[in-house]
């Protein structure tokens, strides 16, 4: 079996995120959570459509 093929654990911040014991955070540190990912979240699709719009041109300008 090539490595590749190999099943790839997730690691890194998120997951360490999705693993935390929320059992002991307070309704109000909760509520923050969800603000500030919900930040994260708005700030990560910018940059998608970005990227999107940044390849988007490219594919225009070398396939006109």
Do not use: H, W
Request: aromatic fraction near 4%; charged fraction near 40%; glycine fraction near 2%.
């Amino acid at each position: 079996m090539d490595f590749d093929d190999a099943p790839r654990k997730k690691t890194g911040p998120l997951t360490d995120l999705e693993r935390e014991d929320l059992s002991t955070v307070s309704a109000d540190e909760l509520q923050e959570r969800i603000e500030r990912l919900q930040d994260e979240i708005s700030r990560t699709q910018i940059e998608i459509k970005a990227k999107q719009s940044s390849r988007a041109a490219a594919n225009a300008f070398f396939n006109s």
